[in-house]
């Protein structure tokens, strides 16, 4: 019986990756990201969420939503609530959590494997849903912080975790020059030490 080839899908939660990304100091090329995950079977799906503040006149997330869609990914949006709290301040919301949930269920039965760049411990019983229908599921995130931008149980619950400090010379949009070679030394050192440890400290 033939080999199935590995087919996959990345589902990013964008605000997330952002926070994470910005800790680790790593400006990610979209355009690398595809190319890493196209490299390692069928990718059948990119998703990207995110939620977007409709009523400001510009948006700094409008320009990558779109290069994102035209590019190869399927951008899920959706509009911030906005509340004041307690104490009258005003307070934005933008959970995509259902909607990422949603999308992982569905493609369950057509993927073998699902990426998924997130820290957050509330997609942890998804994983472990979608886990039961015989999906791998891969999460990206990062423990290299202080504290982890991971919530412990998600990363338990993952098949394989992923730190992306490590994969930051292959996404990073810095690609030369001395700064580069010291990000890249650093990273080794660090990646190290947490592996010798077990500390992120």
């Known amino acids: 019986m033939p080999q199935r080839s590995n087919k996959i899908a990345l589902f990013i939660d964008g605000a997330n990756l952002h ?14 990201l595809l190319e890493k995950f196209e490299g ?13 503040v409709e009523d400001q006149e510009y948006s700094s997330l409008r320009p990558l939503t779109d290069w994102l869609s035209y590019n190869g990914y399927t951008v899920v949006t959706k ?4 509340f004041m709290d307690a104490s009258g301040r005003r307070k934005v919301k933008g959970n995509m959590d259902v909607e990422l949930a949603v999308a992982a269920m569905e493609l369950a039965d057509q993927v073998d ?4 760049f997130s820290g957050d411990g509330s997609f942890r019983a ?4 979608v886990q039961r229908r015989g999906v791998r599921v891969t999460v990206i995130s990062t423990i ?3 504290p982890p931008m991971i919530a412990d149980e998600l990363r338990r619950q993952a098949d394989v975790f992923v730190d992306l400090e490590e994969l930051w010379s292959e996404l990073s949009r810095e690609t030369s020059g001395p700064a580069t070679r010291a ?8 990646s190290s030490f947490v592996r010798s440890t077990g500390s992120a400290d």
Do not use: N
Not at 40 to 50: E, P, Q, S, V
Not at 79 to 82: D, G, I, L, R
Not at 126 to 129: F, K, M, P, T
């Open 19 to 32: 926070a994470t990304a910005k800790v680790l100091a790593i400006d990610i090329d979209y355009r690398r």
């Open 40 to 52: 390692r079977g069928t990718l059948l799906r990119a998703f990207y969420f995110t939620a977007i």
């Open 79 to 82: 509009a911030v609530k906005e």
């Open 113 to 116: 494997e699902i990426v998924l």
């Open 126 to 129: 998804v994983v472990e849903a």
């Open 144 to 146: 290299s912080s202080q």
């Open 183 to 190: 990000r890249s030394a650093l990273t080794t050192a660090r």
